[in-house]
């Protein structure tokens, strides 16, 4: 089983972990691709956030790769939300290693939801792009549901965060729960129309 991904992926990059399955199968297929890869994993100091660490760690050195990890220190600006704070937090992190790129494990389903959750708060419907400075995005066309075929078929190890079924959390899961369904029943080719 294969997955396909957007342009090349470098010889020598990291791979932002945190344990999921969506970051979990991006340095699968990394390794399985013989590029040099690490792990840079961000402790957003949580409930939830020691198992995530101590998961990276152990895959670290279980594939005997690095593993770079910061801890989050900033408290949200007035107005922003947690959740919006530790993206930014991590985005300037891994903006900090300058050329050196760093995937995420951002898919097609995240683009349909970012669509959807932009433009119901009236900014108009955003695209998450490929690249971010040197954040790049190589599974972008790839659906979560091809992804969660290739984690079953390798038997790829990660993590389930409890929070990601939580509605309650945040904007995001409400929209992967109770508006996308409708969306898909609704118009079952929305994810994907937008990267014809």
Excluded at 80 to 86: G, L, N
Excluded at 167 to 189: E, L
Aim: hydrophobic share 40%; glycine share 6%; with cysteine.
């Amino acid at each position: 089983m294969n997955i396909n991904v957007l342009r090349s992926l470098p010889e020598n990059f990291g791979i932002a972990f945190s344990g999921g399955i969506d970051s979990a199968v991006m340095l699968d297929v990394a390794l399985r691709r013989n590029k040099r890869v690490g792990i840079y994993t961000f402790d957003h100091k949580t409930e939830t956030s020691a198992r995530e660490v101590s998961f990276a760690i152990e895959t670290a050195r279980r594939l005997s790769i690095p593993i770079n990890i910061c801890e989050s220190v900033r408290i949200p600006k007035k107005g922003e939300s947690k959740e919006a704070a530790w993206r930014n937090e991590r985005y300037e992190w891994f903006h900090s290693f300058g050329c050196l790129p760093i995937a995420t494990g951002h898919h097609l389903n995240d683009v349909a939801e970012w669509y959807l959750m932009t433009a119901l708060a009236g900014k108009g419907g955003h695209i998450i792009t490929y690249d971010n400075k040197n954040v790049i995005r190589p599974l972008l066309a790839c659906s979560k549901k091809l992804i969660c075929e290739y984690a079953e078929h390798y038997g790829v190890p990660y993590i389930e965060d409890p929070t990601n079924n939580d509605v309650t959390f945040n904007a995001r899961n409400k929209i992967r729960h109770n508006v996308m369904p409708v969306v898909m029943d609704y118009n079952p080719g929305f994810i994907g129309w937008n990267l014809q």
